[in-house]
């Protein structure tokens, strides 16, 4: 008995493909914004800042969780995002041997910064789609984040 879970319809395939080739694009335009902003940082920094705001306050065996990484690699990380900044070390009101990681005002305004000029690109190309396609575009991404953010449902 084969195992294998059954092959997408076609037309699945040719939307997986055509997001990927999206999300190559976008990749690029990322990079850009990041590579402009005042203090680039790379994109395993950024994957903390991101988890920072919205976890707020959270100690380095959490965001390790979070981002599937290892106590020491997650520790450097911040140890290099408190140097720019970003992000800042208080002590747990929970426990005494415990930090507590939060963002910055610089770490918020960096994120700021950053969604400005990837949205500004963005919005220049999307606004030479039709209305109609902006629409449609909106409702598909809506609907793939849905499925991407809760594994499981509508499946």
């Known amino acids: 008995m084969d195992s294998s879970p059954a092959s997408p319809p076609p037309r699945t395939r040719e939307a997986s493909r055509a997001a990927c080739d999206v999300i190559e694009v976008l990749e ?11 203090t680039p940082v790379s994109a395993s920094q950024l994957r903390v800042l991101y988890a920072l705001e919205r976890k707020e306050g959270i100690n380095l065996r959490t965001l390790g969780d979070m981002l599937g990484a290892a106590p020491p690699s997650v520790s450097r990380l911040c140890d290099r995002l408190q140097g720019l900044g970003f992000v800042e070390r208080t002590p747990s009101a929970a426990s005494r041997r415990e930090l507590e990681l939060r963002l910055s005002a610089r770490g918020n305004a960096y994120l700021r910064e950053l969604r400005e000029k990837r949205e500004l690109e963005l919005t220049e190309a999307l606004d030479a789609m039709s209305g109609t396609r902006r629409a449609d575009l909106l409702q598909g991404l809506r609907g793939l984040g849905r499925l991407l953010r809760e594994p499981g449902e509508g499946r």
Do not use: H, P
Request: proline share 0%; charged share 35%; hydrophobic share 35%.
């Open 28 to 38: 690029v335009i990322w990079e850009r914004g990041r590579d402009t902003a005042s």
